[in-house]
T-cell receptor
């Protein structure tokens, strides 16, 4: 158990809908990362937050957004969902800003868009 | 951005044999190279990492080597056991001072008893 929690474990929804994925980092960790894992793209970095502020952005679609709250939990919002958004979404956390730090991954949320 | 390539995509070995997974990267600015193990239904778990000022690092049955000149790094698992069966990912930081990682496509390792 990494100490990172993600809810829900599974999510089934329809195209065009909006969903919210939630992540709680390890106790004391200030950075949260979101990754998407799909068969065709592999593990792709989406976005990083550090102590409530966005720090780095990767291959995140405009339909996706995230935020980190004062209690350091984070939410990833996916809107106008398409079939191709079906994937595993992982949250990871690290102690500080992330430079050469271990990232601890949560168990993931499996999203299926029908 | 950084491009990390990983080979082989699948690897089958007999219990007790060694397994080697190789990765290459494109960005010479990369300085941090972690390896993750992902078991079915779980998130990736760090098993070992290496930084650019070190050529080799060992932790019990697992070792990682880094050749910065050639821009490649490798994972070596000795005396493999069935519980080593999983997908292994290499990653590089692309010189980021933050935490962004670029991952290889993964290697499915199967260890037969």
């Amino acid at each position: 158990d990494s100490g990172v929690t993600q809810t829900p474990k599974h999510l089934i929804t329809a195209t065009g809908q909006r969903v919210t994925l939630r992540c709680s980092p390890r106790s004391g960790d200030l950075s949260v990362y979101w990754y998407q894992q799909s068969l065709d793209q592999g593990l792709q970095f989406l976005i990083q937050y550090y102590n409530g502020e966005e720090r780095a952005k990767g291959n995140i679609l405009e339909r996706f957004s995230a935020q980190q709250f004062p209690d350091l939990h984070s939410e990833l919002n996916l809107s106008s969902l398409e079939l191709g958004d079906s994937a595993l979404y992982f949250c990871a956390s690290s102690a500080t800003s992330g430079f050469q730090e271990t990232q601890y991954f949560g168990p993931g949320t499996r999203l299926l868009v029908l | 951005g950084e491009n990390v390539e990983q080979h082989p995509s699948t690897l089958s070995v007999q219990e007790g044999d060694s397994a080697v997974i190789k990765c290459t990267y494109s960005d010479s600015a990369s300085n941090y190279f972690p390896w993750y193990k992902q078991e079915l239904g779980k998130g990736p778990q760090l098993i070992i990492d290496i930084r650019s000022n070190v050529g080799e690092k060992k932790d019990q049955r697992i070792a990682v080597t880094l050749n910065k000149t050639a821009k490649h790094f490798s994972l070596h698992i000795t005396e493999t056991q069935p519980e080593d069966s999983a997908v292994y990912f290499c990653a590089a930081d692309g010189g980021s001072t933050l935490g962004r990682l670029y991952f290889g496509r993964g290697t499915q390792l199967t260890v037969w008893p």
